[in-house]
């Protein structure tokens, strides 16, 4: 019998801090699955159009996103909402949620912290 | 295809070739929903087109070319090594061989020593064996690894035998014909090529 040695699934502290592109997009994946232009539409409606990304960096970090295993392809279809062609679906994985968590948990603590030093949440003069 | 698309279709290959393989085509499909989008201006359009281009790609070509240099690392190590060690058991394994033959010949046969026949046929064996194992490292076989351990074991054997029960052999021929077997069970039995896999993508 073959002794199969498997190498432990890494935790999700191990991809901290992450990348303001690839948070925003983890983010834009948590409540649906989309495709990349439903990403991006849906980064910058939720910045309120602070945030924009462009092909090359959605696609530029999807592709490591799905190769760390984070982001999973869910498939080719139209969108409903639109014209058109068949378009590449991803969605979250179990891996990419405990991620995203935990990179909004460290957001929560800087902003905790910056708070305390009064750096935010007062009045300037 | 509009010319803003073919253009953009241009820029594209500022990217890795295995990249635009896998997302051109959706690329170019975000591209034509950003340009139905309403936008203030042409201009502010295309310097942040450019921008994005220029942002990202570099960044992806380095990863390619990174990743390709880890790859080749991998394979030419495994091609060096397993080739160094082949080269080195196949003269090894010839010289004892030779030189056993000549033990063989001039003790054995033209001496009549059966002692010296019987331990320079055994010498040759353990010699060709070796050569065996070089040629199967060289060709990078499947069972190279087998080969070269049991030629090791056996070649060990022989010389150990051969040093103690019939001390015929030069001091030189001896410690070649010990020391050499084990660095190459050493090898067979342990030495791994990196895994270019294990390199965690940042």
Known sequence: MTKKTERPLPGPETFLPLSAATFQILMALVDDERHGYAIMREVSERS????????????????????????????????????????????????????????????????????????????TA | MTAAERAYRLMLRAYPRDFRAQYEREMLLAFRDLRREPRPGITSFWTSTCLDVARSAPALRLEALRMSISSFTHTEEDFMMKM???IMAIMIGALEAMNAMQEVWGAGIINHD????????????????????GIALVRRSADAAVLAQGAAITCAAVFAFLALAVPLMSGFATVLGLGFPILLFAFARWYRPRDPSAAVIA
């Open chain 1, 48 to 123: 309120e159009g602070a945030v924009r990304l462009g092909p090359g960096t959605l696609y530029g970090s999807l592709k490591r996103l799905l190769e760390t295993g984070l982001v999973a392809e869910s498939g080719e279809r139209a969108d409903p909402e639109s014209d058109d062609e068949r378009r590449r679906y991803y969605r979250i994985t179990k891996l990419g949620l405990a991620v995203a968590r935990a990179e909004a948990r460290r957001l929560e603590q800087l902003v905790r912290a910056a708070r305390r030093k009064k750096l935010i949440g007062v009045e």
């Open chain 2, 114 to 133: 059966s002692r010296a026949l019987i331990g320079g046929t055994m010498a040759l064996v353990a010699g060709a064996l070796i050569v065996a194992a």
């Open chain 2, 84 to 86: 160094t060690m082949g």
